[in-house]
């Protein structure tokens, strides 16, 4: 059985958040049955792109100091990382880490500090499905333990990011966009995120969903108020948790569905324990959905011999807002087939490229990327 802990917290309020997450660990047995005092512990957090806490892109920076005072407190020493989307330099990550507001995280003595070891490590395991072989930021070598501490969001691409899709920030880099050009379909793509989170083997998660994104998630969504914390020892049962939380079928997410498929969750979900509160202790809510359910919406969902012309018809593309664009190029640089080229005004797409993994809406600093289906043939499909 897994434990998936929640408890309510509406605020980020310091003292707040220590409490919430402290009840959560002691819901899950105490740190003592996970990690030992002198262990150095891996905080992989979610820093996608460098954006203010209040717009909920990444882990708030108040949630990450409360986790990291508790383990230091435990006796235990901290390294908070993660590969955010784009360059994997120290340039980079100094920039996105005063973004995010982490400066202030590190301590003086050295117990707590952020990471800026750009190098990476390639490594080859024969008991995954699809990546046999990845190279992973090499940071985790140093860690006893890793613990994944994600946001709650919904996304573009995959419907809900939490515990599995962050431990994609383990992989360096830009060579995030060369999986994504090797691996289109919504089955493979997610089928790999999934290998990179057990290849990552987090020993314990906790979930940033106090407040969380919806709508155009992963990064240009609004904020939405859950007030929970939760944790887990199973990155995989706090998914099905969390998407729950929230009103989403855990099945409409494919990581999830990839989860239950390999056996790392039962289907009926009846392998999870809850030691603190209960789903039905929070207020229901359901909330928006991205426009876009994936790449390769129309897989398994239509005979295949119908895909390729409704696919050409109802493929969603990225369109651009002229008065939010600048024309930086960070969507030209983060796309991973070369689809985007700068115009004038607006970047151009050429469509015949794009394979619609939506790295350019995920990764554009201005928001000025929106996702674009016909709407008509999308009701049609759905019926």
């Known amino acids: 059985m897994a434990k998936v802990s929640l408890r309510a917290c509406t605020h980020y309020d310091y003292s707040l958040v220590r409490e919430g997450l402290q009840r959560t660990i002691d819901d899950l047995g105490g740190l003592e049955r996970y990690i030992k005092s ?4 891996l905080l992989k957090v979610n820093l996608l792109m460098k954006k203010a806490p209040e717009k909920v892109t990444t882990t708030h920076p108040v949630f990450v100091k409360a986790l990291s005072d508790i383990l230091v407190a435990f006796g235990a020493r901290v390294i908070i990382a993660d590969s955010p989307g784009g360059p994997y330099n120290k340039g980079a990550l100094e920039s996105v880490y ?8 590190p301590t003086e003595d050295g117990a ?3 990471n800026y070891d750009t190098r990476t490590k390639k490594i080859s395991r024969d008991d995954l499905i699809l990546l046999k072989q990845m190279e992973v930021i090499a940071v985790m070598e140093e860690a006893d333990h890793v613990f994944d501490v994600c946001k709650l969001k919904t ?22 966009a060369e999986y994504h050009f090797k691996m289109p379909r919504i089955t493979d793509f997610t089928q790999m995120l999934v290998d990179v989170c057990v290849n990552a083997g987090p020993t314990l998660t906790f979930m940033d969903a106090i407040v969380g994104m919806e709508g155009a998630g992963p990064s240009a969504g609004d904020p939405v108020a859950v007030g929970a914390i939760i944790a887990s020892d199973s990155p995989y049962h706090l998914d099905v948790v969390a998407t729950r939380l929230v009103g989403i079928d855990p099945m409409e997410v494919p ?6 498929e390999r056996g790392l969750v039962r289907e009926d979900y009846g392998d999870i324990e809850f030691p603190g509160l209960q789903i039905e202790d929070f207020p229901k809510r359901s909330i928006k959905r991205p426009r876009v359910g994936g790449i390769g919406f129309l897989e398994n969902k239509v005979p295949q011999l119908l895909q390729k012309p409704l696919n050409r018809m109802m493929n969603p593309k990225p369109v651009f807002d002229p008065e939010s664009c600048v024309l930086c190029g960070d969507c030209m640089r983060a796309c991973p087939t070369g689809a985007i080229t700068l115009g004038k005004v607006i970047p151009r797409v050429d469509l ?11 990764l554009c600093p201005h928001e000025a990327v929106a996702i674009y289906r016909n709407p008509v043939l999308e009701k049609i499909i759905r019926l």
């Open 112 to 114: 707590v500090r952020l």
């Open 98 to 105: 005063r973004g995010c507001g982490y400066l202030d995280l």
């Open 155 to 176: 996304h573009g691409m995959t419907v809900y990011t939490g515990a599995v899709k962050n431990m994609f920030g383990t992989i360096p880099g830009i060579l995030k």
């Open 255 to 260: 990581t999830i569905e990839r989860t239950v």
């Open 352 to 362: 015949d490229k794009c394979i619609r993994c939506f790295c350019c809406q995920e």
């Open 38 to 41: 002198g262990d150095t512990v």
